[in-house]
């Protein structure tokens, strides 16, 4: 696979998928399916509740991907314009860097047993860690498919919170969920060892629940941007705007949102949980004090740029089967394992967040985002078929992209209109 594909978003739209059709051996069903969208009517009555109906969002791909020496075109589905863009541009320049270099550990998630009314929770704890092993057995016994593949529940741990309803034993078991989101494992093990808990710590358990601050299944990805490719003063810029975010919650919060507007892309293409991926983040980030998600480092005059973050993401089960497009998503990004798809995501969270910062220390991101939102703007004012590329076009060589603009142009075409059938 090349990802390095100049010139990609000119294209039209047929051609456009035609070349990932080709990339990526997609099927005419596959096509067919991404022209027509995901989850039929039908299909969705089966998965939530009260359902009337589906809806569907723009899936466009990010270019100039590469990860670990490895190329990808990257879908991503997203309403907002130029996240896509830009993740492809913040990749482009980090190609001539050498691209992105990513690594994580293994899935483990985290799920939580919550224990109360225990008369002495020093013993109580001792006896829980005394029973690890058998504690593991009774959550394995519930998933001979995950054994199988090398997972289940692999580790305990325990502490004692102070809390004000009184104290609290809390019991954390470790399971290796390999290639599945895993919260049902997850919760499915924490309920069915409850009861040998409340044997062992004649305490009663409350909560048996999946921890979203996955801080034992993360990844950390890594792009360099060379000083001759974007220049002293973008990383001069970047590293102020660094500083900011650390020192100021405010700003740190849209920071780490321009991480996320790439990452929930990727995990809504592929089907996962973004909500998961969303808290997660957000805790992790606030561990120490609420921090960026990215740090910048100069380092002999390039600019790095690392991010880190827990990465609970799936490649089989949740909506993975039932979402056509999930599947689809998975197969242009030809991986084989849930911890490729979190490197890769982590990645497209680390663009995003250059691509964001390097157009606010120049030319300010309204620019780039009007430019391609003003397609949006046209049709928000009305305009229907070429009218809305005539009226976008001109408002972003304006630079006012603006309803009421929109409105004008739209009148002053509308106007030609009329006197050219007048004329004829
Ligand atoms: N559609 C898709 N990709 C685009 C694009 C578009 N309309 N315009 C630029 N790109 C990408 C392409 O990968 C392009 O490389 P290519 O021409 O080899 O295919 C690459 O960006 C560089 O193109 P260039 O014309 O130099 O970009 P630019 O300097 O005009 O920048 C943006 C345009 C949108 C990419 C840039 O302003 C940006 O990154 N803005 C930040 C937007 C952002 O962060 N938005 C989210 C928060 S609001």
């Not at 051609?15 to 022209?35: C, F, M, V, Y």
């Amino acid at each position: 696979m090349n990802s390095d594909l100049p010139g990609f978003y000119k294209m039209g739209l047929e051609d456009r998928l035609n070349e990932i059709k080709k990339i990526a051996h997609l099927t005419d069903e596959e096509t067919n399916s991404l022209r027509t969208g995901g989850i039929n009517w039908q299909t969705a009555d089966l998965m939530i509740e009260n359902v009337i109906g589906t809806t569907k969002m723009p899936i466009g791909i990010a270019t100039y991907f590469t990860i670990n020496k490895k190329d990808y075109v990257i879908p991503m589905a997203i309403e907002e314009p130029s996240v896509i863009a830009a993740a492809s541009h913040a990749a482009k320049l980090a190609r001539q860097g050498g691209g992105f270099t990513a690594t994580s550990t293994e899935p483990m998630m985290i799920g939580q047993i919550q224990v109360i009314g225990i008369d002495d929770i020093r013993y109580a704890e001792k006896m829980v860690l005394a029973n690890a092993n058998n504690i593991k057995k009774i959550a394995n016994k519930n998933d001979s498919t995950l054994i199988k593949l090398g997972g289940g529940a692999k580790g305990v741990e325990t502490k004692i919170l102070e809390t004000e309803r009184g104290r609290m034993l809390i019991v954390h078991l470790l399971v290796d969920v390999r290639d599945a989101m895993g919260a049902n494992a997850v919760n499915t093990m924490c309920e069915s060892v409850a009861p040998y808990i409340e044997e062992l710590t004649g305490g009663k358990t409350r909560l048996k629940i999946i921890s979203n601050l996955a801080v034992k299944r993360t990844v950390k990805a890594k792009a360099v941007w060379k000083k001759t490719v974007v220049g002293a003063d973008v990383i001069d810029g970047i590293l102020d705007a660094y500083a900011f975010a650390k020192a100021d919650p405010y700003r740190c919060a849209t920071n780490n949102k321009g991480c996320m507007n790439g990452i929930d892309a990727v995990m809504i293409s592929t089907g996962n949980d973004f909500r998961a991926i969303e808290a997660g983040a957000h805790a992790f980030a606030a561990l120490n004090g609420y921090k960026p998600l990215v740090k910048y480092e100069l380092k002999e005059d390039d600019l790095v740029g690392t991010i880190e973050l827990p990465m609970a993401v799936g490649i089989v089960g949740g909506t993975t089967k039932t979402n056509p497009i999930a599947r689809i998503a998975l197969k242009i990004l030809g991986i084989k394992t849930a911890r490729e798809l979190g490197e890769i995501a982590a990645c497209v969270g680390l663009a995003n967040n250059f691509a964001a910062l390097r157009a606010m220390v120049t030319d300010g991101i309204q620019k780039g985002h009007m430019k391609l939102h003003a397609k949006n703007i046209a049709i928000t004012a009305g305009a229907k078929d070429t009218d809305v590329y005539v009226v976008a076009q001109k408002m972003a060589a304006e630079g006012n992209v603006s309803v009421s603009r929109a409105t004008e142009l739209l009148k002053e075409l509308q106007r030609e209109e009329t006197e050219k059938t007048g004329n004829e």
